[in-house]
Every structure is written in structure tokens, then in C-alpha cells.
């Protein structure tokens, strides 16, 4: 059976991660220095105590090709190995698997997913099903482009913070969106990520979403929608709430968002990603 390798950007939950027993390859997250491997050492509620508390933005380092390639040979008498990383115009973590597996001579197929958090994860889910039902990567592969072809990615930001922090706007400009309660929707496409709408307040910008969530399809009986959020469990609910009775899709998963993902969310951010 296809064994399955990824990130830890991925942003499962463990239940899912034991379930489909899915490799993680951390990446490594600094905070102040400090060096920590996301989800091994760093969980989410910890990341975010630790970032809130530093006047820098933390930073986010991909897996070493060596990484890669250990784990590609740990695992490749097992069967063809299929790892799925985090887009590659977000991190070099595909580009970080791809040197692994050439130096592993193991038989890797990495796919990227150009997407981030769950989207990323939805399609790790997709994969081991697929896997688990016997198929072959080539098999698997072609699914999931299907997939990724019309994934939606909405990246919800409560602060402008981590952007001002990171440089990506002025204190200034930061300072008036505070002050106007204006929230950011921000959209994956294509593995890039680009605004989309600014809406000002919270009950507004979180109604705006749902709506652009019904724009998107209008059969929502077999999609399965994922739900990430960085401090915010309350949100994530009301979302999930909302989108359950207007739209009564197949599944809603929700979970923390990890540090790789909640260094660009910030605090209170949250990504819906489904198909």
C-alpha cells in the first residue's frame, strides 16, 4: 500500500494523523532564537503564548533535504511513498522533499499541493483514503489534481498585526485598520495567496464569508469543509454553526492552527478550505 509522508503545515488532527498513519516531517519554527519543531515541541496554544509575548515576528524554516530523505528511507520497504507538502510558493518544503528524495534513491513521488493548513490537509485525507482503498499513486496523483484544481481557500484575518510585524505593512496603515475594525479576506489561489475583500467589523466580515462560501457551489452533500483557527475557537464555531445550517455539507472538521500557518494568521485567523 502507498505509504503517506507530509508537513507538519498541514494542520490534521492527531486522530486523522493515527488513523491513515501518516509520516510527519516538521518544519522548524524560531521564536526570539529560539528554535522549536512545530508539533513535536511546539503545540499550538504554546506557539501562541510565545508569539504573542515577542516584538518580532517569529520565523519559519523548512525541513532539511536530509530530514526528507531519512524519512523516505526509514519508510521505503514499505512500499511506494507519496509525500505531500504545503505550497511551494508559500515555503521551500517542496522543493526541501524533492532533494531528499534524489538523495534517498528511495521510489518518492512528492506532490505539491499549492495550498496551506487544512486545504493542505484535505488532500493528505484524500490521499490515504484513495490509498487505503489499494490505488496506485499514479491513481492517487490524478485524483488529487482534480482536487487541487478547485480547492477554495479563504484566510480569514481578525488583526493586521503579523503583517505589520513582518514588514508587509506599515504601522501607520496598521494603526487606521485597527482603528476602522477592518478585517481582511484573504484567498488561495494557485498556491498564492491574494485579498480579496476588507470588510469592517467582526459580525459583517464573519456573514461575508458564509455568504462567499454558498457563491462558491451549491451542492455541498459530499464536500467535506475544514476549518483552522489560531486562538479563536469561538469564531470557528459560529462559522461551522452557520455553514451546517445553510448549507448542511458532508463534514466539518475543525482544529488549531499550527505555527507555520499561524505566523501569517496571526491571532484570531482562521482558513476555510474546501472542494
Not at 494523523?17 to 508539533?39: A, F, M, Q
Not at 492517487?140 to 488583526?159: G, P
Not at 451546517?244 to 485567523?269: E, F, H
Amino acid at each position: 500500500m502507498v505509504q503517506l509522508i507530509t508537513d507538519s503545515s498541514a494542520d490534521l488532527p492527531k486522530e486523522l494523523i493515527d488513523k491513515y498513519n501518516i509520516s510527519i516531517v516538521p518544519l522548524t519554527i524560531i521564536i526570539d532564537g529560539k528554535e522549536y519543531l512545530e508539533g513535536v515541541d511546539l503545540t499550538p496554544q504554546e506557539f501562541y503564548e510565545k508569539m504573542s509575548a515577542s516584538k518580532e515576528l517569529p520565523k519559519t524554516s523548512q525541513p532539511s533535504p536530509s530530514t526528507f530523505a531519512d524519512t523516505f528511507k526509514r519508510l521505503s520497504s514499505k512500499g511506494p511513498l507519496l509525500c505531500l507538502t504545503m505550497s511551494s510558493h508559500l515555503s521551500g518544503t517542496y522543493q526541501s522533499a524533492c532533494i531528499g528524495r534524489d538523495i534517498s534513491h528511495a521510489d518518492v513521488t512528492v506532490f505539491d499541493t499549492l495550498a496551506g493548513s487544512l486545504g493542505h490537509g484535505l488532500l493528505i485525507i484524500k490521499a490515504a483514503k484513495l490509498a487505503a482503498e489499494g490505488l496506485s499513486v499514479d491513481k492517487i496523483i490524478e485524483a488529487l489534481k482534480e482536487c487541487r484544481e478547485h480547492i477554495n481557500i479563504l484566510i480569514l484575518l481578525d488583526t493586521l498585526e503579523n503583517i505589520v510585524k513582518g514588514g508587509r505593512l506599515d504601522k501607520f496603515k496598521g494603526s487606521i485598520a485597527k482603528i476602522l475594525d477592518l478585517k481582511i479576506l484573504l484567498e488561495g489561489i494557485n498556491g498564492k495567496v491574494e485579498i480579496s475583500e476588507k470588510v469592517r467589523g467582526k459580525k459583517k466580515f464573519l456573514n461575508r464569508t458564509i455568504e462567499i462560501i454558498g457563491e462558491r457551489k451549491k451542492d455541498f452533500s459530499n464536500t467535506v469543509i475544514g476549518i483552522t483557527h489560531l486562538n479563536n475557537p469561538d469564531d470557528a464555531e459560529f462559522l461551522k454553526n452557520e455553514i451546517n445550517k445553510r448549507y448542511n455539507p458532508k463534514d466539518i472538521l475543525i482544529n488549531y492552527m499550527g505555527a507555520t500557518m499561524g505566523t501569517y494568521a496571526g491571532n484570531g485567523g482562521m482558513i476555510i478550505s474546501f472542494w
